[in-house]
Nanobody, 124 residues
Framework: QVQLVESGGGLVQAGGSLRLSCAAS??????????MGWFRQAPGKEREFVAA????????RYADSVKGRFTISRDNADNTVYLQMNSLKPEDTAVYYC???????????????WGQGTQVTVSS
């Protein structure tokens, strides 16, 4: 069984920063074999792609809405993926989910394992 556990969410003022973490575990889950992604879902909206990183960390993808403000990274020794979020805006308010896929992709249906999410609220 694969477990992805997000942490680091909270309430922050516009212009502030947060760093999300996602710790992965599982007896048969080799973290370093999986590209990882972050998605978010605001109330009443579809879950949308935020960022993704390949198995080694050498390749990344970002949604246009977060490019230049968010940075995804990973530590394969710690089985953890991070999302550094800077210059936060009220429209970044959402539940943020990490997920694991078999390819580097922004397509939600290609992600097989999901965490439970962490709330990020940005006040204006």
């Amino acid at each position: 069984q694969v477990q992805l556990v997000e942490s680091g969410g909270g309430l922050v003022q516009a212009g502030g920063s947060l760093r999300l973490s996602c710790a992965a575990s599982g007896r048969t889950f080799t973290f370093s074999n999986y590209p990882m992604g972050w998605f978010r879902q605001a109330p009443g909206k579809e879950r949308e792609f935020v960022a993704a990183i390949n198995w080694s960390g050498g390749s990344t993808r970002y949604a246009d809405s977060v490019k230049g403000r968010f940075t995804i990274s990973r530590d394969n020794a710690d089985n953890t993926v991070y999302l550094q979020m800077n210059s936060l805006k009220p429209e970044d308010t959402a539940v943020y989910y990490c997920a694991a896929a078999r390819i580097l992709t922004s397509v939600r249906s290609n992600y097989h394992y999901w965490g439970q999410g962490t709330q990020v609220t940005v006040s204006s």
